[in-house]
């Protein structure tokens, strides 16, 4: 997880982790999948850097 992840993202990458191993799921890549769908959820909710860059940003 990158480094600016908060506590509650980090929680989801491990629960997501844990639960395809669980169930077998993307044998081998599970730390990958999870972490990539967690940096999609940062992506969507403009947690990521180049997100809050653009938030900043006034439109004339």
Do not use: C, D
């Not at 600016?4 to 629960?15: D, I, L, N, V």
């Not at 999948?33 to 997100?51: D, L, M, P, S, Y």
């Amino acid at each position: 997880m990158p480094r600016g992840a908060s506590p509650k993202r980090e929680r989801e990458y491990k629960e997501l982790k844990q639960e395809f191993k669980q169930e077998h799921r993307y044998p081998g890549r599970e730390e990958e999948v999870a972490a990539r769908i967690v940096n999609k959820q940062r992506r969507e909710h403009g947690e990521t850097k180049a997100q809050k860059a653009r938030s900043g940003r006034k439109v004339h």
